[in-house]
């Protein structure tokens, strides 16, 4: 196994005494040894070896820093994967992810750049780079740091990394050098939230679906919005299921009151069933295709009436017995005379 250390520290006035409180610092140490693991994944897709992040004990006063090694095992089988005469495969993991202090844009630097900005187009110039375009500027990065600038795992443990900032008193994190304590990289307070991950729907545009159904079934509506692109909440009679409504000409009679509700109240539809693979795990989504039939719940009476002329006669009542009647008692036959 080979290791690299590198310094990390939060700095602010409620840590000048070089204490930190541990439900801070716990999650965050958690998140930065998530950090490299799901870097490591993204760079390695299906490599067999981990990441471990060893934390040293000797905490410095005025700023709460942590000294870390980096460690790999099966090492030889990264250097083949990295391949780079510069430095070692743990190197290399460390300036993509910008830790390193060197001067090509790693992943701290691309998102302190973008600054929340959204990535209009990305383009693949060479093998090596790639160009990233926001509203009126460019900037050409690597393209191993586009690949985990691009996932949502890495993302998401590089601001549970950063998280320790949101606490008052605590400012901000710096990447120090291990050779002369220096700072080479520094985020503040204000810059969080172009750290804040990118919502899970917009890294599976465009992914096309696991498996994809078209069926009729009936609904009843649980509720119903009136606002564009809100889904509906309806019943199967056993699940409830959150659905969109794309039958435009149903939208129209609703919209001008064509189409009126109540409660209990049937659709029958047309449905697409959408099975998706996400970053948070499989996702099903449900879309109505048409609105094929509304029906209104019946009411329920309590008689049941006769058929009115021309229409169908109605079912015959429940039978009821009727009670039987006591039977006569017999005449009494008179005394016949002596």
Known sequence: MSAVTIRIAY???ALDSGTMNVRDLAPALLALADLFDEANKVLRPGGDSAVQVRVHPDFKPGSFEVRIDVVYSLIDQLL????DNTGSAIANLLEVLGFSGAVS???LKVVKWLKNRPVKKVELINDDNA?????GDSIVIKRSVLAVFNDLGVRKALAAMLSPLHREGISRFEVRSEKDNQPIEIIVKDELPAFEPPPPAQSVLGTPPLTLNHYQKSFTIVTLTFKEGNKWKVSDG???????IQDADFMRRVDHREAVFAKDDIIRCDVQEKQLSTPEGLKTEYAILKVI???HAPRQGIL????EAGKAAPRDPP????PAKAPKAPAKKGKGRT
């Open 11 to 13: 700095d602010g006035e």
């Open 238 to 244: 056993s699940n409830l299921i959150n659905v969109t």
């Open 293 to 295: 039939e509304h029906k």
């Open 304 to 307: 049941q009436l006769p058929a």
């Open 80 to 83: 083949k994967f990295f391949a």
């Open 319 to 322: 039978h009821v017995a009727k």
């Open 131 to 135: 160009r990233l375009y926001v509203e």
């Open 105 to 107: 844009l790693g992943l």
